[in-house]
């Protein structure tokens, strides 16, 4: 079982759409959650930080933790072709990240 | 600050030769790191360096090599080129808090360079 899964997508959904991006994990040992984004030929960016279950919200975007279920959520709001990216989960207990997969999202205008 | 920068943008090569990849932050992190993206497979940690003089490996090493003599600069040796290392290569950095009393640190955010595509044949 790999430690990190993630829906490698392709995700497309009409502009203004609410995205949902989706990851799970297995070892309960990890506590900090971070969504990086990547644009094509670009290296990852980070775009959520967090350490706690529930919700952290930042403008359209919110990223939500269910440690009891070991699932991690990236929301978007009112999408934008702007978001049209690779969205990659990476989840840690130490100094080293593990990542997801990757979800490639399409904003069709 | 000019972040994490990486050279060459591209490179082509033969099967059997080396060649090394350039890395270099700006930031003055303590922690830097190598990683191969491949299509599908997200990103898979090669070396790590937790500050000048001090490596190890990640999960993907083998056919790899590292060293960290400044704080600064971080290279990724391919010794023996093969075909399994094309690939699209990240340097990245952050600054990590240390475990205390043997227990884990914790990295702040990691910063990206634009990466190394690699191509052999």
């Known amino acids: 079982q790999k430690e990190v899964e993630q829906d490698p997508g392709p995700l497309s959904v009409p502009e203004g759409a609410i995205v949902s991006l989706n990851c799970t994990y297995s070892?309960?040992?990890?506590?900090?959650f971070m969504w990086y984004r990547q644009y094509s030929r670009k290296g990852p960016e980070l775009l959520m930080y967090?350490?706690?279950?529930g919700n952290k919200e930042d403008g359209r975007f919110t990223a939500q933790v269910d440690k009891s279920s070991k699932y991690i959520s990236l929301f978007i709001r009112d999408s934008q072709p702007s978001d049209s990216a690779t969205y990659l989960c990476?989840?840690?207990?130490?100094?080293?990240?593990?990542f997801g997969t990757g979800t490639r999202l399409t904003i069709i205008p | 600050n000019a972040g994490v920068t990486q050279t060459p943008k591209f490179r082509i090569l033969k099967i059997g030769q080396s060649m090394t990849l350039q890395c270099a932050q700006d930031?003055?992190?303590?922690?830097m790191y190598w990683y191969r993206q491949d299509p599908g497979m997200g990103l898979k940690l090669i070396y790590y360096?937790?500050?000048?003089?001090?490596?190890d490996k990640g999960e993907v090493p083998n056919g790899y090599n590292v060293s960290r003599s400044t704080t600064e600069d971080f290279p990724l040796r391919l010794e023996l080129a093969a075909p399994s290392q094309t690939s699209v290569y990240f340097c990245?950095?952050?600054?990590?808090?240390?475990?205390?009393?043997?227990?884990?640190?914790?990295?702040?955010?990691?910063?990206f360079g634009p990466g190394t595509r690699l191509l052999v044949l």
């Open positions: 990245a950095s952050s600054f990590a808090y240390l475990g205390t009393s043997g227990g884990p640190g914790r990295s702040e955010t990691q910063y």
């Open positions: 070892n309960s040992a990890f506590q900090y």
């Open positions: 967090t350490y706690s279950s």
């Open positions: 990476a989840i840690t207990s130490n100094e080293k990240l593990t």
């Open positions: 930031m003055n992190h303590n922690y």
């Open positions: 360096s937790v500050g000048a003089g001090i490596t």
